[in-house]
């Protein structure tokens, strides 16, 4: 099974290097992206909607470079504290205003998927250095 797609720009998928951590973060990081964008189609066109589209965007441009194999120790470095502000912004902004035990379902699957790819991303900053 080939590993690598060439396109006629040059660009192709590089993901030999990639190990099973890799993907469970890319997994993840597609479980946000896609929650994230549900909920901002939801909300357009607010700035809240807008938001959300952008964070999903984000997600997506991230997992591209990772899948491309463009400078992966950068992405993991942003990508911690990309999340890690996510994180915080929802706890102020949702918890904080309805109890943590009063959230819909996709509050909760989108916080463990981001919980769980800080996980990842620590461990593979701590990796490939």
Do not use: C
Not at 24 to 47: M, Q, Y
């Amino acid at each position: 099974m080939a590993t690598e797609t060439g396109t006629s720009s040059g660009l192709s998928l590089q993901t030999d290097s990639m190990t099973p951590v890799h993907w469970v973060g890319v997994a993840l990081a597609l479980v946000s992206g896609v929650v994230h964008l549900v909920i901002g189609v939801g909300a357009l066109p607010s700035s809240f909607g807008i938001a959300f589209i952008l964070a999903f965007l984000g997600f997506v441009g991230a997992v591209t470079l990772i899948l491309l194999d463009v400078r992966r120790q950068l992405v993991y470095l942003v990508g911690f504290p990309y999340v890690g502000v996510q994180i915080a912004a929802w706890y102020q902004i949702q918890v904080a205003s309805r109890g943590l035990f009063n959230l819909g379902a996709l509050d909760y699957i989108d916080k463990i998927a981001q919980v769980l790819l800080l996980v990842i991303l620590l461990y593979l900053i701590r990796e490939e250095r």
